[in-house]
Nanobody, 124 residues
Framework: QVQLVESGGGLVQAGGSLRLSCAASGRTFSNYNMGWFRQAPGKEREFVAG????????SYADSVKGRFTISRDNAKNTVYLQMNSLRFEETAVYYC?????????????????WGQGTKVTVSS
């Protein structure tokens, strides 16, 4: 079992920045690929960013490339999502997830553990 707890959400103006954190406990954090997803009201959950366990290779949704940065600190069992130039339409609940697959994945169904989410509200 891996327990994930997100923090760092809140209210921010469009164009502003937030840094989300996801603290992991339980099994060896460094063995898991980590991902951030988001779900806006009335919409499906979507992939935002991912980082591999082996060599911290990252991937991003096209919509966030150049604005968001995912990183991990295995010594602190924590993964981060730095979000810059936030847009109104990025208001959502942001979820951290862990995948035991060998390769990084953008598919939510291939993630084994999920946090409870942290709400990000971007005002226009």
């Amino acid at each position: 079992q891996v327990q994930l707890v997100e923090s760092g959400g809140g209210l921010v103006q469009a164009g502003g920045s937030l840094r989300l954190s996801c603290a992991a406990s339980g099994r060896t954090f460094s063995n898991y690929n980590m991902g951030w997803f988001r779900q806006a009201p009335g919409k499906e959950r979507e992939f935002v960013a991912g980082i591999s366990w082996r060599d911290s290779i990252t991937s991003y949704a096209d919509s966030v490339k150049g604005r968001f940065t995912i990183s991990r600190d295995n010594a602190k069992n924590t993964v981060y999502l730095q979000m810059n130039s936030l847009r109104f339409e990025e208001t959502a609940v942001y979820y951290c997830a862990a995948s035991a697959l060998i390769s990084q994945t953008q598919c939510m169904y291939q993630y084994d553990y999920w946090g409870q989410g942290t709400k990000v509200t971007v005002s226009s």
